[in-house]
């Protein structure tokens, strides 16, 4: 096999950016060009690659972020858009990326992923554990709203983007059982790509909401706000008398409510290697808007 070149940390050589946007294109579907033009892409995601004449052929992406359990902050990485291309495969590319990552990072406390049922058998070879994770189902009665003003924000409009940004770098965590902390450029991938008709602020308690609407069902992606928010507050303001059931797409820290759980099951496996066995709830989910 020819000599490949490896190179990470390579966001701003526009050529290698624009190789690595067309593979995650071509592989997931998304590319990333706006999430850096917007200055979300930082020094916190950095793509260990092979390049081939200025073509990036393979990749594993890494996260900085920090994971809180049981109210205890721990370092970790999310490893994401693990990709290869089609002429280079079953050419152990993305198994010597994921080695010299796991080198690079064995000082931390723990490494994670989420991979599609196509390959559940691979992790495992580098001390990764699928887990299972646990989504949180309230049956609702609608309430009187809450007098809160809510306004729905623009993902296209620089000043309400700006705003959320800085909302997010200071934001409480969302759950002291299992959140995510230092995770505001992935947040801002979501706001910007996956939920931009999706964003609303809530002024009496400065907090931005993401929530869709299925017919009877809300399902509540993130609450973001500097200082911690009942909930309960949050569903009165935004929760329409039709609905019926709300949906959490985060660990709850409510545990008063009277929770509905069911096993989350999507395409995407849950895949741990816990390096310090940092001690997990029985029970959580991981917040779908910090997911790389």
Same mark, same amino acid.
């Given at each position: 096999?020819?000599?490949?070149?490896?190179?990470?940390?390579?966001?701003?050589?526009?050529?290698?950016?624009?190789?690595?946007?067309?593979?995650?294109?071509?592989?997931?579907?998304?590319?990333?060009?706006?999430?850096?033009?917007?200055?979300?892409?930082?020094?916190?995601?950095?793509?260990?690659?092979?390049?081939?004449?200025?073509?990036?052929?393979?990749?594993?992406?890494?996260?900085?972020?920090?994971?809180?359990? =049981?109210?205890?902050?721990?370092?970790?990485?999310?490893?994401?858009?693990?990709?290869?291309?089609?002429?280079?495969?079953?050419?152990?590319?993305?198994?010597?990326?994921?080695?010299?990552?796991?080198?690079?990072?064995?000082?931390?406390?723990?490494?994670?992923?989420?991979?599609?049922?196509?390959?559940?058998?691979?992790?495992?070879?580098?001390?990764?554990?699928?887990?299972?994770?646990?989504?949180?189902?309230?049956?609702?009665?609608?309430?009187?709203?809450?007098? !809160?003003?809510?306004?729905?924000?623009?993902?296209?409009?620089?000043?309400?983007?700006?705003?959320?940004?800085?909302?997010?770098? =200071?934001?409480?965590?969302?759950?002291?059982?299992?959140?995510?902390? !230092?995770?505001?450029?992935?947040?801002?991938?979501?706001?910007?790509?996956?939920?931009?008709?999706?964003?609303?602020?809530?002024?009496?308690?400065?907090?931005?909401?993401?929530?869709?609407?299925?017919?009877?069902?809300?399902?509540?992606?993130?609450?973001?706000?500097?200082?911690?928010?009942?909930?309960?507050?949050?569903?009165?303001?935004?929760?329409?008398?039709?609905?019926?059931?709300?949906?959490?797409?985060?660990?709850?820290?409510?545990?008063?409510?009277?929770?509905?759980?069911?096993?989350?099951?999507?395409?995407?496996?849950?895949?741990?290697?816990?390096?310090?066995?940092?001690?997990?709830?029985?029970?959580?989910?991981?917040?779908?808007?910090?997911?790389?």
């Amino acid at each position: 096999m020819k000599t490949l070149s490896f190179i990470k940390n390579y966001q701003d050589n526009m050529g290698l950016r624009g190789s690595f946007n067309q593979l995650a294109l071509n592989t997931f579907g998304i590319e990333f060009e706006n999430w850096y033009q917007n200055g979300y892409w930082t020094e916190k995601y950095m793509p260990y690659s092979f390049v081939d004449h200025n073509q990036v052929v393979a990749n594993v992406s890494v996260n900085l972020l920090n994971l809180v359990i =049981n109210a205890e902050e721990k370092q970790a990485i999310q490893l994401g858009t693990v990709m290869t291309h089609p002429n280079y495969r079953n050419k152990g590319l993305s198994r010597r990326l994921m080695e010299m990552v796991l080198d690079d990072y064995q000082h931390i406390d723990i490494v994670y992923l989420f991979a599609n049922q196509t390959v559940l058998d691979y992790y495992p070879k580098f001390g990764f554990h699928a887990t299972d994770e646990v989504q949180y189902i309230l049956d609702y009665s609608h309430h009187p709203a809450y007098p !809160s003003e809510m306004k729905k924000l623009d993902a296209r409009n620089p000043v309400d983007l700006t705003f959320i940004y800085n909302l997010a770098k =200071n934001r409480k965590v969302i759950s002291n059982i299992f959140g995510t902390s !230092s995770s505001e450029e992935l947040l801002m991938f979501y706001c910007t790509m996956v939920f931009s008709q999706d964003l609303y602020y809530l002024e009496n308690e400065n907090a931005l909401v993401i929530f869709q609407l299925d017919g009877d069902r809300l399902h509540l992606y993130d609450v973001i706000s500097h200082e911690k928010v009942n909930i309960q507050t949050v569903l009165s303001t935004i929760v329409p008398p039709k609905v019926k059931k709300v949906i959490f797409h985060f660990h709850p820290d409510e545990q008063e409510l009277s929770f509905e759980k069911q096993l989350y099951k999507t395409n995407n496996v849950l895949f741990i290697k816990n390096l310090t066995n940092v001690p997990f709830p029985n029970e959580f989910k991981h917040p779908l808007t910090a997911q790389a």
